[in-house]
């Protein structure tokens, strides 16, 4: 149980397109995921939390209109990185609250950014 | 807010060998306190946590860590370590006042390689 998906685990894209990353709970309702983005060799940083119905919040330093955040079920958080350029190339991983401050991480998207 | 420091980025050890791997962390509140694994193409998976209690805590595959609320530290400890325990060991918080939905902080992460 408590298994987190995400779609797809690898993207390249042209620079100024969008890109969606989604984000699933494959056998449990998650009220909260998060987004953490994570540079080659250093740590997860987290990027911004997404409640089912509501606005994401953002942390700090982090773009609300170039990293759009919709929390459309209690199941799927997507992550759209608008006009894309190479410094978004990242790996961005999500994760999802179960029970109680314990988070389950997929696996992560590689984003390539040409 | 919160920050985590993890003293070793890369640690190598035989099988066997005792592992303590170090965390520290700076935040002005309680904390609550995790170590995830990640190991060689999987993703991070939860190796133990401390919410309140018994500062020792055990998690799986027989690692430890204790909390030491004077130190501002979180060590992870293993006894005797074993070839499949090479991956990638994080530490990470998050504060107590945040009702068990805050997102986390990570330190930077320890490569660990068991040599067999």
């Known amino acids: 149980g408590a298994v987190v998906s995400q779609h797809p685990s690898r993207v390249i894209c042209k620079s100024g397109t969008s890109v969606k990353i989604e984000c699933r709970s494959l056998?449990?309702?998650?009220?909260?995921m998060f987004w953490y983005r994570q540079f080659p060799k250093q740590s997860l940083m987290l990027m911004a939390t997404s409640n089912e119905g509501s606005k994401a919040t953002y942390e700090q330093g982090v773009e609300k209109d170039k990293f759009l955040i919709n929390h459309a079920s209690l199941t799927l958080s997507t992550l759209t990185v608008t006009s894309a350029h190479p410094e978004d190339s990242s790996f961005y991983i999500c994760s999802a609250i179960l029970v109680y401050n314990e988070q389950f991480f997929g696996p992560g998207t590689r984003l390539t950014v040409l | 807010a919160q920050s985590v420091s993890q003293h070793n980025h890369h640690v190598i050890l035989s099988e066997a060998a005792s592992l303590e791997l170090g965390c520290n962390y700076s935040y002005g509140g309680t904390v609550n306190l995790f170590w995830y694994v990640q190991y060689p193409g999987q993703h991070l998976q939860l190796l133990l946590k401390?919410?309140?209690?018994?500062?020792l805590v055990k998690g799986i595959k027989g690692f430890e860590a204790e909390f030491i609320k004077s130190k501002f530290s979180f060590n992870l400890r293993k006894p005797s370590v074993q070839w499949s325990d090479t991956a990638e060991y994080f530490c990470a918080v998050n504060a107590r006042s945040g009702g068990g939905a805050d997102g986390l902080t990570f330190g930077k992460g320890t490569h660990l390689i068991i040599q067999p």
């Open positions: 056998d449990f309702q998650a009220t909260t």
């Open positions: 401390y919410f309140s209690g018994d500062p």
